[in-house]
């Protein structure tokens, strides 16, 4: 590696450093903001907050990483070209291609160290932080329940609730989900209810009020039971108030690696599949019998039993076009997960071809000047990220391009403003406007007396 590179690259290892300590402030806002409350209220021991800190450390690392490097090349470039160091480059016949070589080669080495730490390190961190805030939750789940907040309560509950009064802690607009393996799937919906301890401690009271209740039938799983009700109630068991660690084998989508998330999408597509040749399959028994009967082949008596198989049909197809949907759906959001963690390792990349003509033109070396614009850098891109993932959840975008067009649309802007920065390309209006979002009104030269 030559001087230059090397002197290149340690003008980026503090801005660097400064920038993930800015936005792992930020992000971790958001923890305690969430949690400390709820860890001093519940008197979770002290090591166990340490160490639900210490596992959401590693998606603030995931985010925080790509927003360090952007920081850091607008620091850097920025401050070589305040110091008329890239003059000095371009005067002694150095390209700018040139000075960004090793900072390019730098942002590789970064994406590929993210992508395994995303892969590897990233799932099982999940997996172990949801687990400890699952069994945080069990100590009182009085505590933890939140409108507009989904919970998750001991025995395979869920509860959501639309309002909430804190004082007589009455609730309104109330859904339980409740999944067990060896209980069909219950979902039960209330007007309102009441939350209470009842009378063992270790026991929550949840009563409700005008509601329904809709279970799977285990013996058919396309019909389900509605039962109305004017009172009901549950009891959930609060797990006491030490600590108690658990297993859960459960792991959702941002728990599991590529290959895991490839495994996973794949059976649901084979259930969809396999879901789709039922339906075939019983669209075109229920064609031929209706030939038959149309043709007189099928005697009187014949016929009022296959206008029951009919209709036995019709309800068997009705639950497989939901199977056919539901694994349509669940394949998408894998596949979402599955390219969001590759695109967003890869932004570092893209950041580099970004960040480096923007702060060439910025002439502006402070971390502050580089924070500030890395942040509403960034804060576009991640806008654009979550708008894919909702497109491709839904199934307006593919998967592959809701994920990927960040990055597209991010790294050719900065393809065109690097070979414009290298090749001293001039573009008035765009220009003009950047200097007066970044570098301020210019200063007129003072007129002699």
């Known amino acids: 590696m030559s001087i230059l590179s090397r002197y290149v690259l340690r003008q980026h290892a503090t801005p660097a450093l400064a920038g993930l300590a800015i936005f792992y402030f930020v992000l971790s806002m958001d923890f305690l903001v969430d949690y400390l409350n709820l860890f001093i209220a519940k008197g979770v021991p002290g090591l166990s907050v340490l160490e639900a800190f210490a596992l959401s450390l590693a998606w603030m690392t995931f985010l925080a990483v790509p927003m360090a490097v952007m920081v850091s090349v607008l620091t850097a470039f920025g401050r070589l ?45 999940n997996h172990r932080l949801k687990t400890l805030l699952v069994d945080i939750h069990r100590i009182q789940p009085l505590a933890t329940v939140e409108p507009g907040v989904l919970t998750e309560l001991p025995g395979g509950y869920s509860i959501i609730v639309d309002r909430m009064d804190a004082a007589s802690s ?47 039938d285990p013996a058919d799983l396309t019909k389900y039971n509605r039962m109305l009700f004017d009172s009901h109630v549950i009891n959930v068991e609060q797990g006491g108030t030490s600590l108690v660690r658990s297993d859960r084998s459960k792991r959702g989508d941002r728990e599991l690696t590529l290959v895991e998330l490839a495994e996973r999408r794949d059976g649901h ?30 005697p009187d008596l014949g016929r009022k039993e296959l206008r029951e198989q009919r209709a036995e049909r019709l309800r068997r197809s009705a639950g497989a076009r939901r199977t056919v949907g539901g694994s349509a759906r669940n394949a998408r959001k894998l596949d979402v997960e599955y390219h969001k963690k590759l695109s967003i390792p890869f932004s570092c990349f ?71 920065t290298s090749r001293e390309w001039r573009f008035a209006g765009p220009a003009r406007v950047f200097d007066r979002l970044f570098r301020g009104p210019r200063r007129r030269p003072l007129e002699p007396a």
């Open 350 to 420: 893209v950041f580099v071809l970004l960040g480096a003509p923007l702060g060439i033109r910025s002439r502006r070396g402070g971390i502050g000047i580089g924070a500030g614009i890395g942040i509403l850098v960034f804060l576009i891109y991640y806008l654009f990220l979550v708008g894919g993932e909702q497109l491709g959840d839904r199934g307006i975008v593919a998967p592959a391009a809701a994920m990927w067009a960040p990055n597209l649309v991010f790294g050719g802007l900065g393809a065109v403003l690097t070979l414009a």
């Open 269 to 298: 597509l084979a259930e969809g599949t396999e879901a789709l040749r039922q339906l075939e399959d019983m669209l075109t028994t229920t064609v031929a019998d209706r030939v038959a009967i149309l043709d007189g082949a099928v």
């Open 170 to 216: 009455e609730i309104w607009g109330v859904k339980i989900h409740r999944v067990e393996s060896d209980e069909p799937t219950q979902t039960i919906v209330a007007e309102r209810g009441v939350l209470s301890v009842g009378a063992i401690s270790d026991v929550l009271r949840i009563e409700l009020f005008d509601g329904e209740i809709h279970e799977v």
């Open 81 to 125: 070209s305040a110091d008329s160091e890239i003059t000095a480059a371009k005067a002694s016949g150095i390209n700018i291609l040139t000075l960004m070589r090793p900072v390019i080669a730098a942002s590789l080495i970064v994406s590929v160290g993210l992508f395994v730490f995303g892969n590897r390190v990233l799932p099982a961190a």
